[in-house]
């Protein structure tokens, strides 16, 4: 790497990891302030809630990585400017991609990062951060902080689970119904007070058996019955009901598979399965953005105008992100494009501010 570049990615990484720690700072305090009340009402100790919080840092510096290399792209540059420093590397024949150049395969290094963070580490450390809220803060064990009212579970084979709740202690189902789903009709259904999972199966108490063909519909009533043929176990249904933010892509995929199969709606989750494709370059575009307005735009070399752009310009990235996910859940855009739709909206911007400037 020549000196030139090794100057310029040093700026830029001094400016990022400032931009990383004073976002991560605040996202903390604010996220500290709305649950000050649990955890003084628990008497957490600080050491516990330091652990929580670090647990918490892999989804933080997900969340905040793209502002702050938009920060680190737009003050790197323009202090350069301040100090003259930019006009003596133009003058001596730098274009202003040339310059943009280190800046931006720095900002493909951290998208790469951050891409291995969310689909490795990341998961684990966000169920790491909800355990020690539940069983070490809340104090609830195992077991009961995976029980939950008000269950809808996809299985497999078509099969369909609502219950009025889910006693992981007992592990047991009460006012529980299964669905036997053929797309585009209902097969067959079980209906019963209580299912509770015996020797690797689970038992229907008083019930009906009901099944659906083209001839109509029969019922058989039973006080007790034991199906060998369905493949869920407690498990499946102690896990709580998980962001799709915070899922890897290819268990978003399987779950969508699974809806597919029997006949539900997929929009939503493939939208976030290319989300998560997605979203980690937006640090790289953040990284361009942020230099052609360095270029273009910012020329004092101000921290707080850059901050603050950053911030605005983040949260209009984050809107246009928001924005596609929504017409990608109901619809209204294929996945994909609802996925991609901000990164290229703002990667259009960044390719003309630079346009402007290389004029």
């Not at 000196?3 to 720690?21: A, K, P, S, T």
């Not at 008000?150 to 992981?168: K, L």
């Not at 070399?301 to 109901?330: D, E, K, M, P, W």
């Amino acid at each position: 790497m020549r000196i030139l570049d090794r100057y310029l990615v040093r700026e830029y990484l001094n400016y990022c990891f400032l931009g990383i720690l004073t976002f991560v700072g605040l996202f903390i305090v604010v996220d500290l302030f709305e649950k000050l009340d649990v955890f003084v009402d628990h008497k957490a100790g600080a050491g516990l809630v330091a652990r929580y919080y670090l647990y918490g840092a892999g989804t933080i510096v997900t969340q905040v990585l793209p502002i702050a290399l938009l920060l680190g792209s737009i003050l790197s540059l323009s202090q350069l400017r301040k100090y003259n420093e930019l006009a003596a590397m133009q003058g001596s024949g730098q274009s202003p991609w040339r310059l943009a150049r280190p800046l931006l395969l720095a900002g493909l290094a951290f998208s790469i990062g951050q891409y291995a963070l969310n689909e490795g580490l990341g998961p684990r450390m966000y169920e790491g951060q909800k355990r020690i809220l539940n069983e070490e803060i809340k104090r609830l064990s195992g077991t009961d902080s995976q029980s939950r009212s008000d269950v809808r579970f996809v299985g497999a084979g078509g099969r369909f689970f609502i219950a009025q709740f889910f006693d992981a202690r007992r592990e047991t189902l009460r006012g529980v119904s299964v669905q036997y789903l053929a797309p585009p009709r209902l097969t067959a259904r079980i209906d019963a007070e209580r299912a509770s999972w015996v020797d690797g199966t689970w038992r229907f108490e008083n019930g009906h058996l009901r099944s659906f063909s083209d001839a109509g519909s029969h019922s058989i009533p039973f006080r007790a019955y034991a199906s060998s043929e369905i493949d869920e176990t407690p498990r499946d249904f102690a896990r709580q009901s998980v962001d799709p933010f915070h899922l890897g892509m290819r268990d978003l995929w399987r779950y969508a598979e699974r809806i597919r199969g029997s006949g539900g709606e997929t929009q939503k989750y493939l939208t976030n399965f290319h989300l998560r494709a997605s979203f980690p370059l937006a640090g790289l575009i953040m990284t361009l953005l942020g230099a052609a307005l360095s270029l273009r735009v910012v020329r004092g070399g101000n921290i707080a105008v850059g901050l603050g752009l950053s911030v605005s310009v983040g949260f209009a990235f984050f809107a246009f992100v928001r924005i596609g996910q929504a017409l990608g859940y109901n619809g209204t855009i294929p996945p994909m494009l609802a996925a991609w739709l901000g990164n290229l909206v703002f990667t259009a911007i960044g390719f003309l501010l630079f346009w402007k400037v290389s004029r």
